[in-house]
């Protein structure tokens, strides 16, 4: 239930000034989605949701780091490879 | 999907496991906290990825698994009355009280219905003015800004027919509990990532400083729950005991400061009983005096919870990661998803569910 997924946003409706509600795509799947907690967010964000909020957006920049680390540890490995 | 399928790349994550192996000397056991997590660990193999030295034991991250029985009870009373709507996350359906269980009482006749989010709840108090409509706010910190703005808005709309039943946990002082019984034999922490997304990492300094324990902020795919461990590994080998948040694309150091304004608005910090750990102080919402008139334990005369029965789940143990799930005797033959024995079976992030599910025969 803590789970939160990663989705799009496509549209905002600014009309109810206590629930600033958006459309977001999952993969496809559009759900209605309050941005009140994202007042940063915009059109075309990546925010992650859970039940029915966005709790942040989603740093691109930061989206492929865990791959950076990756490519470290690989060149970490080839030093301590290189050493035996 | 973006920002989903790489995570789950097999060659990735036999990479980390390798880097996993080179770093490890000695034996090390680390918990995650999150259900979530746990599932994916056992979905995708990622314990049977590691080296013999890395035992994962599973945390209490099930929200579902830890509400007290009373609570369950509580909610199947109110559900039973005539006037009643009772509405909760599909997960709180099947887990068993005292006696029966929410779905039971639905296939009975009760008005019981699944919303995807709290503000559901309260749109559904609105269209049933005469009815009494009640939610289940169950959760971690992830969940308490849905359900604290679901209160703030029924009170900013006035809706007089809404209230919640309130069995909300915190994390930190979950990970304090374990650290601090007598039989605690983990070393490091996978923090559970969405969690941070509402409170920040701010919160586990003092507990990575007091007990000398790495915290790693993970996510829930399996190269990021890989790449947890691998730090959590080169701490522990290093003897170094720190807060470090991998997950940043999702986490950041802050806290989500207006979800805390609302939170801190509708809740307080209370003590909470967990399911099969007992209560532990500080570690659970209570809803702030101003917001009392929405407790649903205020609102209704329930009946006194019977005293416990006896009963052979062993959920306790499990959620505090001292029993492996395949260790309970009544798993897979007297409990299974299907007549479950305790709530770790039922819901989508207990252990012993993530365990029959995906590790049968
Ligand atoms: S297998 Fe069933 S009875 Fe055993 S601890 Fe898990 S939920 Fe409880």
């Given at each position: 239930?803590?789970?939160?997924?990663?989705?799009?946003?496509?549209?905002?409706?600014?009309?109810?000034?206590?629930?600033?509600?958006?459309?977001?795509?999952?993969?496809?799947?559009?759900?209605?989605?309050?941005?009140?907690?994202?007042?940063?967010?915009k059109v075309e964000d990546y925010v992650i949701v859970h039940v029915g909020f966005a709790l942040r957006t989603i740093d691109e920049e930061e989206?492929?780091?865990?791959?950076?680390?990756?490519?470290?540890?690989?060149?970490?490995?080839?030093?301590?490879?290189?050493?035996t | 999907m973006k920002y989903l399928d790489e995570y789950r790349d097999a060659d990735a994550a036999r990479r980390y496991a390798d880097a996993i192996?080179?770093?490890?000397?000695?034996?090390?056991?680390?918990?995650?906290?999150?259900?979530?997590?746990?599932?994916?660990?056992?979905?995708?193999?990622?314990?049977?990825?590691?080296?013999?030295?890395?035992?994962?034991?599973?945390?209490?991250?099930?929200?579902?698994?830890?509400?007290?029985?009373?609570?369950?009870?509580?909610?199947?009373?109110?559900?039973?009355?005539?006037?009643?709507?009772?509405?909760?996350?599909?997960?709180?359906?099947?887990?068993?009280?005292?006696?029966?269980?929410?779905?039971?009482?639905k296939a009975a006749g009760a008005d019981v219905r699944m919303v995807y989010s709290p503000v559901d709840a309260v749109k559904i108090a609105r269209?049933?003015?005469?009815?009494?409509?009640?939610?289940?706010?169950?959760?971690?910190?992830?969940?308490?800004?849905?359900?604290?703005?679901?209160?703030?808005?029924?009170?900013?709309?006035?809706?007089?027919?809404?209230?919640?039943?309130?069995?909300?946990?915190?994390?930190?002082?979950?990970?304090?509990?374990?650290?601090?019984?007598?039989?605690?034999?983990?070393?490091?922490?996978?923090?559970?990532?969405?969690?941070?997304?509402?409170?920040?990492?701010?919160?586990?300094?003092?507990?990575?400083?007091?007990?000398?324990?790495?915290?790693?902020?993970?996510?829930?795919?399996?190269?990021?729950?890989?790449?947890?461990?691998?730090?959590?590994?080169?701490?522990?080998?290093?003897?170094?005991?720190?807060?470090?948040?991998?997950?940043?694309?999702?986490?950041?150091?802050?806290?989500?400061?207006?979800?805390?304004?609302?939170?801190?608005?509708?809740?307080?910090?209370?003590?909470?009983?967990?399911?099969?750990?007992?209560?532990?102080?500080?570690?659970?919402?209570?809803?702030?005096?101003?917001?009392?008139?929405?407790?649903?334990?205020?609102?209704?005369?329930?009946?006194?919870?019977?005293?416990?029965?006896?009963?052979?789940?062993?959920?306790?143990?499990?959620?505090?990661?001292?029993?492996?799930?395949?260790?309970?005797?009544?798993?897979?033959?007297?409990?299974?998803?299907?007549?479950?024995?305790?709530?770790?079976?039922?819901?989508?992030?207990?252990?012993?569910?993530?365990?029959?599910?995906?590790?049968?025969?």
């Amino acid at each position: 239930m803590c789970l939160a997924v990663p989705g799009k946003v496509l549209s905002i409706d600014e009309s109810d000034p206590l629930m600033r509600m958006s459309k977001v795509s999952f993969g496809g799947i559009v759900k209605d989605i309050s941005l009140a907690y994202t007042p940063e967010a915009k059109v075309e964000d990546y925010v992650i949701v859970h039940v029915g909020f966005a709790l942040r957006t989603i740093d691109e920049e930061e989206a492929n780091s865990v791959f950076e680390y990756l490519e470290q540890m690989g060149e970490l490995e080839e030093i301590r490879d290189g050493e035996t | 999907m973006k920002y989903l399928d790489e995570y789950r790349d097999a060659d990735a994550a036999r990479r980390y496991a390798d880097a996993i192996a080179a770093a490890v000397t000695q034996p090390w056991t680390m918990m995650e906290i999150c259900g979530g997590q746990t599932h994916a660990i056992v979905k995708y193999g990622v314990d049977e990825l590691l080296p013999d030295g890395i035992t994962l034991v599973h945390g209490p991250g099930c929200p579902v698994c830890v509400t007290p029985i009373a609570k369950i009870d509580a909610a199947i009373e109110l559900a039973r009355r005539p006037n009643v709507i009772l509405t909760s996350f599909g997960d709180m359906l099947r887990v068993p009280g005292t006696e029966t269980d929410l779905l039971a009482v639905k296939a009975a006749g009760a008005d019981v219905r699944m919303v995807y989010s709290p503000v559901d709840a309260v749109k559904i108090a609105r269209a049933n003015p005469d009815k009494e409509v009640i939610f289940f706010a169950v959760g971690f910190e992830t969940t308490a800004p849905a359900n604290a703005m679901a209160v703030y808005q029924a009170a900013r709309l006035d809706v007089p027919n809404f209230s919640v039943l309130v069995s909300h946990v915190l994390v930190p002082p979950a990970i304090e509990a374990i650290l601090s019984s007598p039989t605690n034999r983990v070393q490091a922490f996978l923090a559970a990532g969405h969690v941070c997304t509402v409170m920040g990492t701010g919160e586990y300094y003092p507990i990575a400083e007091k007990y000398h324990v790495p915290i790693v902020v993970t996510g829930f795919e399996p190269v990021d729950i890989l790449q947890g461990i691998l730090m959590a590994v080169r701490q522990l080998e290093a003897g170094r005991a720190e807060v470090e948040n991998p997950y940043n694309r999702v986490v950041r150091t802050e806290a989500n400061e207006t979800a805390l304004r609302i939170m801190g608005e509708v809740f307080r910090v209370g003590d909470r009983e967990w399911r099969g750990i007992g209560t532990i102080p500080q570690s659970g919402y209570e809803l702030a005096p101003d917001y009392e008139h929405f407790d649903a334990e205020r609102r209704f005369d329930l009946s006194p919870a019977p005293p416990a029965a006896e009963t052979e789940c062993q959920s306790g143990l499990v959620l505090q990661g001292v029993l492996k799930p395949c260790d309970c005797p009544a798993f897979g033959t007297r409990c299974t998803p299907d007549k479950p024995l305790g709530a770790p079976m039922v819901s989508n992030e207990g252990a012993c569910a993530a365990y029959y599910r995906y590790r049968r025969g």
